[in-house]
């Protein structure tokens, strides 16, 4: 177990539709951040949260935005939702430092239809 | 930017043998390395963190080496098991802090 939660476990939406998944972060982990995996695929940087601003983001449109919370929480909020959407979502936590190891929720498992 | 690749795809095993799989990534300004296993389905279960100026990392059956100069690791597992079927994916960490991963290399190990 790495202390790192998410909700929900499984999800479906319809195109078009908003998302918020979330995330609950190892107490005194100050960095989070979100990953996509699509099926087959290694999981992408989406972006990444510290001390509840935005520190960088991979090659994800606007529409993919995030909010991180004072008490270790964390959200991935997804617009206009599109089939390429489907994918497991993943959050980690970490201390600030490049040379923390990361730790990872299970995971959501989001279905676009 | 950097780039990470994992040789083999997919690699089956009689249970018994010792087997190595490959890490290679483009950019050797890198921070740390990770080794995950992943189950069908489920998340990520972290194996072994090699800082950058460490040269291997070993936990039980498991041994993961570092050649930053050379972009590579691998990871070596021995005895394998049948409950050792699962993909294992390699990760590097850089400056920004974000993981950038390979594709994983997807291990069955046959009774």
């Known amino acids: 177990e790495t202390g790192v939660t998410q909700s929900p476990t499984h999800l479906i939406k319809t195109r078009g539709q908003q998302v918020t998944l979330r995330c609950s972060s190892q107490?005194?982990?100050?960095?989070v951040s979100w990953y996509q995996q699509a099926l087959g695929q290694g999981p992408q940087f989406i972006f990444q949260?510290?001390?509840?601003?935005?520190?960088g983001r991979g090659n994800f449109p606007p529409r993919f935005s995030g909010l991180q919370f004072p008490n270790y929480s964390s959200e991935l909020n997804v617009n206009a939702l599109e089939l390429d959407d489907s994918a497991l979502y993943l959050c980690?936590?970490?201390?600030?430092?490049?040379?923390?190891?990361?730790?990872f929720g299970p995971g959501t498992r989001l279905t676009v239809t | 930017k950097q780039e990470v690749t994992q040789i083999p795809a997919a690699l089956s095993v009689p249970e018994g043998e010792n087997l190595v799989l490959n890490c290679s990534f483009t950019?050797?300004?890198?921070?740390?390395l990770q080794w995950f296993r992943q189950d069908p389905g489920k998340g990520l279960t972290s194996l072994l963190l090699?800082?950058?100026?460490?040269r291997e990392q070993t936990s039980g059956r498991l041994n993961a080496s570092l050649d930053k100069s050379s972009g590579r690791s691998t990871l070596y597992i021995a005895a394998s098991q049948p409950g050792d079927s699962a993909t294992y994916l390699c990760?590097?960490?850089?400056?920004?802090?974000?993981?950038?991963f390979g594709s994983g290399t997807q291990l069955t190990v046959l009774p």
């Open positions: 990760a590097v960490s850089g400056s920004a802090r974000q993981l950038t």
């Open positions: 949260y510290y001390r509840e601003e935005e520190n």
């Open positions: 107490s005194g982990h100050n960095t």
């Open positions: 090699i800082q950058s100026s460490q």
């Open positions: 980690a936590s970490s201390l600030a430092h490049s040379r923390d190891e990361q730790y």
């Open positions: 950019d050797s300004a890198i921070y740390n």
